[in-house]
């Protein structure tokens, strides 16, 4: 119940910002549901043991896969959707932690979390790159 309480509101919170976003209609309930998707993706992966940079990669992997397909459906530009869809995954806690860290001086802690929060970063970046380049390769071959 709480997995599905977290998924509902990481959908409403995406649709808050695709209202920022000036998002309308169909589009941005999609960007939204992609959102819901990415955290539940994320949210299952996290049960396993281990770093939580893979779950943070694997439902990169998804929301962008999602994004392309979204992209397609609705004849719009990729990012529309993986703009919002990416937002509950966007470590920006671990940077307030890092900053505050480094306020307090606790110079050790700072580069353990800021690290990691690199590592969320990189994930997050390197799983869209690696989705848009295989669409992009795939694209150009069938053409």
Request: charge should be positive; hydrophobic fraction near 55%.
């Amino acid at each position: 119940m709480k997995l599905l309480l977290e998924v509902f509101w990481s959908f409403c919170a995406c649709l808050a910002f695709g209202v920022i976003f000036r998002l309308r209609g169909r589009k941005l309930f999609y960007a939204a549901l992609g959102a819901a998707l990415g955290w539940l993706v994320f949210r299952l992966a996290n049960r396993l043991p281990g770093s939580d940079i893979p779950d943070y990669f694997l439902a990169t992997i998804v929301i962008s896969i999602y994004s392309e397909v979204m992209a397609r459906v609705f004849r719009a530009p990729v990012s529309i959707f993986l703009a919002i869809a990416l937002i509950p995954l966007v470590p920006g806690g671990g940077i307030y932690d890092t900053m505050e860290q480094c306020l307090i001086g606790n110079a050790s802690e700072a580069a353990r979390l800021g690290l990691h929060t690199v590592g969320i970063a990189s994930a997050l970046a390197i799983g869209i790159v690696m989705v848009s380049s295989t669409v992009r390769i795939l694209t150009h071959k069938r053409r």
